[in-house]
């Protein structure tokens, strides 16, 4: 019973943060901000980076680009088995008193995805360039706030995805030679 204590204990301060995060949607000029940054955190950001790579630094490009592909791969492969293994309600599904601003892509809740990729492609096109570093940690940083704002997640399923991601991109880093963060 003493483990029940500090789980539930978590899950209300995790609930409680996603409620007071959900009501900042309220705000019209917020909830659009979130909404554009989700949607670009779909996936357009990362295929336009990727396409803008290629154009600018040819065959660097294009190698840069096909590891943030690679690591894409492997990261929805991660998030979609890991979110049909944990099967957690998305937090607007288990509290009447969260919105849904924007429709989710998927049931699930744990972990979020748009946030694991973020973080792994941020990690990923910094090691290859890191002056993006200004653009890709800001940009990062908004899409994983915005799924709790947006109500879709709840600030454990960023946080998770923050550290899954970092992991992915780190060990795609190790298994790439000449490509560190480091460097």
Request: aromatic share 10%; proline share 5%; charged share 15%.
């Amino acid at each position: 019973m003493r483990t029940s204590l500090p789980r539930n204990a978590l899950r209300g301060r995790d609930a409680g943060w996603c409620l007071r995060a959900n009501r900042w949607g309220e705000w019209q000029g917020v909830r659009r901000f979130f909404a554009v940054i989700s949607r670009l955190g779909d996936g357009v950001f990362w295929y336009v980076l990727m396409g803008a790579l290629i154009v600018m630094d040819g065959l660097d490009g294009l190698a840069a680009s096909a590891h943030l592909a690679a690591t894409g791969v492997i990261a929805l492969t991660l998030y979609k088995l890991l979110k049909r293994w944990t099967r957690r309600p998305r937090p607007f599904a288990s509290d009447v008193r969260i919105r849904a601003w924007i429709a989710p892509l998927d049931e699930f809740s744990f972990p979020s995805g748009h946030t694991l990729h973020a973080v792994a492609f941020t990690v990923v096109a910094m090691a290859h360039y890191p002056a993006l570093a200004v653009l890709l940690i800001p940009f990062a940083a908004c899409v994983a706030v915005s799924r709790v704002v947006l109500g879709l997640h709840y600030p454990s399923d960023v946080l998770a995805a923050t550290a899954i991601g970092s992991a992915l991109a780190g060990l795609s880093l190790w298994l790439v030679p000449g490509v560190s963060l480091f460097a």
